[in-house]
């Protein structure tokens, strides 16, 4: 049996997650997949291919579809609760914000994170954690609510019912597949996939 190819960058990993996230509900294109996360199709095509090498992901007629063995990469998933398109005041005037709501399982400090997913094509992240019902600023546990109450709302209505260990993720960018990427390299270091700095590369679930 071929042994898994390790990602080359965080970015890599980030990308791998990111087209299985998307056929966890079902065998999809190059084109549709190139279509929902804003990568080009040769990225995707590449990236499918040594996915298809590690058995994580196999052609079918109606696109492509996951393997048994990206069950560990699956079970991953499991902590990222939605992932949605969230213009916020706080993430600024930006033609890309998209925010994630997870089960972190690790906790870098918020301007780590930041670097992180700015050094991966992101122009700003926030993280928020749940906190006595209310998402609060991860670097002083100061309710939104206090900074900006209609950014607080609207997390409320797309994020309800924060509990304890809930994290949120957001970003914003200036395109899509560049934006799209930051945002999963920070969920992978936030699930302890990748460093938190970004240089000691990602490990690949067997």
Request: aromatic fraction near 4%; hydrophobic fraction near 40%.
């Amino acid at each position: 049996m071929d042994r898994p190819q390790e990602p080359s960058s965080p970015r890599d990993a980030a990308v791998r997650y990111q087209l299985l996230y998307c056929l966890r509900g079902g065998p999809l294109g190059r084109r549709t997949l190139s279509r929902h996360t804003g990568l080009t199709e040769m990225t995707v095509r590449t990236s499918l291919e040594r996915m298809e090498v590690d058995r994580w992901v196999a052609p079918s007629r109606r696109g492509v579809k996951i393997r048994p063995g990206a069950a560990a990469a699956m079970k991953d998933l499991e902590s990222i609760r939605e992932i949605v398109e969230l213009p916020l005041a706080m993430t600024g005037d930006l033609p890309v914000q998209i925010a994630a709501r997870l089960a972190s399982r690790t906790s870098p400090p918020a301007w780590r994170l930041r670097d992180l997913a700015v050094a991966h094509g992101a122009s700003i992240l926030l993280l928020l954690h749940a906190d006595g019902g209310e998402w609060c600023f991860s670097h002083d546990r100061e309710p939104v609510a206090l900074r900006n109450p209609d950014d607080a709302d609207r997390l409320r209505t797309v994020f309800a019912d924060p509990a304890g260990g809930d994290v949120v993720t957001c970003v914003g960018g200036s395109r899509r597949g560049e934006t799209g990427c930051a945002l999963w390299v920070a969920l992978l270091a936030l699930l302890g996939i990748v460093a938190w700095d970004g240089v000691d590369g990602a490990k690949t679930p067997g």
